[in-house]
């Protein structure tokens, strides 16, 4: 594992593009990154109500640009004028049942949004490192026990899925096109795509998923109703994720030629666990709660069984996954309980979390 002080020295003094800094995963980058010394700069809408972003005050801790991916004359004129080192985009429409409600939306925000940045990162003139960050539901569900490789087909049964597929084909086809590995010498833009599975952490308040949806219910006094309990998903703390994001901008730093590729993210193998296991666990943490099944006639479809091989990830970047699903449930349900019950900072406890993570 890359140590604390060899991400700061990377780090410090970098220029990060971060789209989707308002978000779940985009406020635990900013706190990150901000804390390794790199100077970033966010473009989103503006953070939810409630949200981690908020919670930790982050427009202290970056510039803030609110736009929407969509504006492609704002974002070209953003990444004109900031001209980063590195971009991590993960600004998204990311969630499985809104996409149902809003499929073209999805598909202009996370297909049409991925080739506008793109586009801006043309604008670049220095050496630019891209990190497009999509999710494990590109493959092509097959729903069975293998767990899917980077060079397996890319598919999407729902909008969200298939929108982020459309995004790994918007990304391959800018890096055959504009920012080719062999012609590295006169772009210098390595471009490469994460496919991270289901993350938790604290902070998280969404609708409809499952952590928010745990605290929630527990806060409130109340049952937690469980959709499709005997869902099988690659779950794993925001921080292994982010870690991969921080470890691949190194390695292609050092190598951008090698590193331009696809590369999963998620638990070893026999950490992939279903979504009653999950609930039970966090219930337990919290020392109090229950949960109750409820399926609905006409449910929509959601993938059942999910794993990722994320060999690649472990052998050519030395990524390991660091805190086995247990402990990526304590460290979530500590970080709410210090939040909720124990008033402490939120931006306190998160970096309180990062340190953990890297000692
Ligand atoms: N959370 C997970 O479990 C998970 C798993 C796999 C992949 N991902 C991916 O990681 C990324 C971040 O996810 P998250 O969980 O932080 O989601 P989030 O909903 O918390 O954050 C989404 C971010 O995208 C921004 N955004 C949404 N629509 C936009 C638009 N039209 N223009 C500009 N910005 C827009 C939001 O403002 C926000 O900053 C997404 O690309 C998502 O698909 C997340």
């Not at 590729?261 to 279903?274: K, M, Q, R, T, V």
């Not at 609930?279 to 449910?299: F, H, L, N, P, T």
């Not at 349900?333 to 890297?358: G, M």
């Amino acid at each position: 594992m890359v140590t604390g002080t060899e991400l700061k020295e990377f780090f410090t003094g970098k220029k990060v593009f971060l789209t989707g800094h308002t978000g779940f995963k985009g406020a635990w980058m900013t706190v990150w990154l901000n804390s390794l010394g790199a100077e970033v700069k966010g473009y989103a809408l503006e953070a939810e109500k409630p949200s981690l972003y908020q919670d930790i005050n982050g427009d202290a801790l970056c510039e803030s640009l609110i736009g929407d991916i969509r504006n492609q004359q704002k974002l070209l004129e953003a990444v004109q004028q900031f001209q980063p080192d590195i971009i991590y985009h993960m600004a998204a429409q990311p969630l499985v049942l809104d996409a149902y409600d809003r499929p073209v939306y999805t598909f202009e925000v996370n297909a049409i949004g991925t080739a506008n940045l793109l586009e801006a990162a043309k604008l670049v003139q220095g050496k630019c490192t891209i990190i497009n960050i999509t999710t494990d539901k590109v493959y092509e569900n097959k729903e069975w026990y293998y767990p899917y490789r980077e060079n397996d087909h890319l598919g999407g049964y729902d909008p969200y899925s298939a929108s982020k597929a459309c995004a790994e084909i918007v990304s391959a086809s800018y890096r055959s096109s504009f920012f080719n590995p062999k012609d590295y010498a006169v772009h210098q833009t390595s471009l490469a795509t994460v496919r991270a599975g289901n993350v938790i952490g604290g902070g998280d308040w969404a609708e409809n998923r499952i952590i928010p949806d745990i605290v929630r219910a527990v806060s409130a006094g109340k049952e937690v109703t469980l959709r499709n309990p005997n869902a099988v998903r690659p779950w794993q703390h925001v921080l292994e994720a982010l870690y991969g994001y921080l470890l691949l901008a190194i390695r292609m730093d050092e190598n951008p030629t090698r590193f331009s590729a696809a590369y999963n993210f998620g638990p070893l193998f026999d950490e992939s666990i279903s979504v009653a296991f999950l609930v039970e666990q966090a219930i337990d943490e919290w020392g109090r709660g229950s949960y109750k099944v409820e399926q609905q006639a006409g449910q929509l479809h959601e993938a059942k069984l999910l794993r990722l091989d994320c060999s690649k990830a472990v052998n050519e970047l030395k990524w390991y996954p660091k805190w086995q699903a247990k402990q990526a449930i304590q460290h979530t349900i500590k970080w709410y309980k210090e939040a909720l019950d124990k008033n402490q900072s939120p931006l306190d406890i998160t970096r309180a979390q990062i340190q953990a993570y890297l000692s």
